[in-house]
């Protein structure tokens, strides 16, 4: 390890406390992007988020996006902070993303603590808060890399350029189109990408990831009468649009996942023998699963197929019902409008039109077959394709280097089941690498209560970022 990178390292080591203190200041602007009523508060944090790279030495500048129409408002979309840091053309150029917004929380929905007040809980050794491992505990770490390296008076091993979005968690409407613009403008220059906004695969072992898959989200509409009946007075009376609903979303996948929309699966590439035998060798358990969900029930006890289920093929959940009566106690309501929402989550060699196709043609007919006198409507998000990379690229060298560095151990490669959707433009616009180093756990829960990120993997994880840029440099070609 050279000096600087040993400098840096001590440097994180002795100032814990201070990331901690930049988390939850984080943590307490809940930009949460789904939700008009919270739109000021991303664009506080995009506002946070530039001034903080700028103390750290980095020259920032905000981009709008335009607009787009939430809850039936139209409202600004969050602006793309972008920073800057170093310029010496001796050096390789490093494209960061990360994403500044995060998923809805409230206290109600079972957490042990205030969602977006970070809690360190001394026994556990972890952090508590939405955003802490999703996405704001990365970002912060490549801010702490800058801020390390600020105080100590040495020079980044490379130039940095950075990339933060506020809408993610919503599809990162508007991204593609700027990254695509900027390609030639603020992008340019760029030798290789790096996200940090995934996890390990278990909760020991750390892992580099080489995959994503695509996602496309529907929505399905049925309406029948002008407002909400009671039961007592309408039941039998006229078609339920919640039992044409039901009837047709359980016509989508079966129990232990399968899915039954003719023409989905179809599209799905063939597993070769060489890819199998990756899945049997990947350090990885059932009970990893069973303590990330606190349950026992996976679709099946066999370890390859249940990473695989995660890595390899689509699936489909069914998310919720807007309009459904969900509320405690026993209401004789008839919904008169309801809207189903599900996904699919594409791999290679899904085509996202076709699977948008096959599944509109399948909920049409199954409509029909219902004779109901309710209407229907049946719509798709845009949808975001599955990523894969090369990883015999350099970029992914310096990665399995700088994790060898930090945690002793050599990572395992993995494909992972959540979606960055802006990964293949950046992939495909720029024409360059790109590699996801995560910092979190398993069992972090992000996306669900009690979100974590261990005071460890926090630490570590910054060492692991800033190592990285330094085995980066150490490559020569
Ligand atoms: N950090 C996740 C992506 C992720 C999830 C990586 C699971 C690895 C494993 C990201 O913030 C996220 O949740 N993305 C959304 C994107 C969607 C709204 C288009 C997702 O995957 O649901
Ligand atoms: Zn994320």
């Known amino acids: 390890m050279i000096e600087n990178q040993a400098k840096f390292i001590k440097y994180i080591e002795e100032h814990k406390s201070d990331l901690v203190k930049t988390l939850a200041e984080a943590v307490a602007i809940p930009s949460v992007s789904g939700d008009a009523s919270y739109r000021p508060q991303v664009r506080k944090m995009g506002e946070w988020l530039e001034k903080q790279f700028q103390e750290a030495g980095a020259k920032t500048s905000t981009h709008e996006l335009g607009k787009q129409t939430l809850d039936g408002k139209e409202i600004d979309l969050p602006p793309v902070v972008y920073a800057q840091i170093g310029d010496d053309s001796s050096k390789k150029t490093v494209l960061v993303y990360g994403h500044y917004d995060v998923q809805p929380a409230l206290k109600s929905d079972g957490w042990n603590t205030e969602p977006f007040k970070l809690e360190e809980d001394q026994k556990t050794g972890c952090l508590y808060g939405r955003g802490s491992t999703d996405d704001k505990g990365p ?41 695509a613009k900027e390609a030639k403008g603020l992008f340019s220059g760029v030798d290789a990408v790096c996200i940090s906004d995934n996890y390990w695969l278990g909760t020991v072992k750390p892992c580099v990831t080489h995959g994503l898959r695509g996602i496309a989200y529907f929505k399905l509409e049925i309406k029948g009468p002008a407002r909400d009946l009671h039961s007592g007075v309408f039941g039998g009376m006229v078609h339920e649009p919640m039992t044409d609903l039901i009837k047709i979303m359980s016509s989508f996948v079966s129990p232990e996942g399968k899915i039954l929309i003719p023409g989905i699966n179809e599209q799905v590439a063939e597993l070769t023998d060489k890819e199998r035998k990756v899945y049997d060798e990947m350090d990885f358990s059932i009970s990893d699963v069973d303590n990330a969900t606190g349950s026992s029930t996976t679709v099946s006890d066999h370890k390859p197929d249940v990473l695989m289920a995660r890595m390899r093929y689509p699936s489909l959940s069914l998310h919720g019902v807007e309009g459904a009566f969900a509320e405690p106690g026993s209401k004789t309501v008839i919904p008169a409008r309801v809207v189903g929402k599900f996904s699919i989550r594409l791999v290679p060699d899904m085509q996202p039109q076709k699977v948008v196709d096959a599944v509109k043609k399948h909920v049409e007919e199954q409509f029909k077959q219902l004779n109901s006198k309710n209407t229907m409507n049946i719509s798709a998000d845009p949808p975001g394709k599955p990523w894969l990379a090369d990883p015999n690229h350099w970029n992914y060298e310096a990665a399995f280097k700088a994790t060898q560095d930090i945690y002793g151990v050599k990572p395992d490669l993995t494909r992972e089941g959540g979606s960055i959707p802006i990964t293949l433009t950046f992939a495909d616009k720029l024409d360059k690498n790109v590699l996801l180093l995560p910092m979190g756990r398993s069992d972090d829960g992000a996306h669900s209560t009690n979100e974590k990120l261990d005071t460890s993997n926090y630490i570590k994880g910054t060492e692991l970022l800033g190592s990285y840029l330094y085995e980066v440099s150490a490559i020569t070609n």
Do not use: R
Not at 155 to 169: Q, R, T
């Open 139 to 179: 970002i912060l770490g490549w801010l702490y890399v800058l801020l390390a390296h600020k105080s100590l008076g040495i020079p980044l091993p490379v130039n940095l350029k950075f990339c933060f979005e506020g809408m993610e968690e919503s599809g990162s409407v508007g991204l593609e189109d700027f990254v």
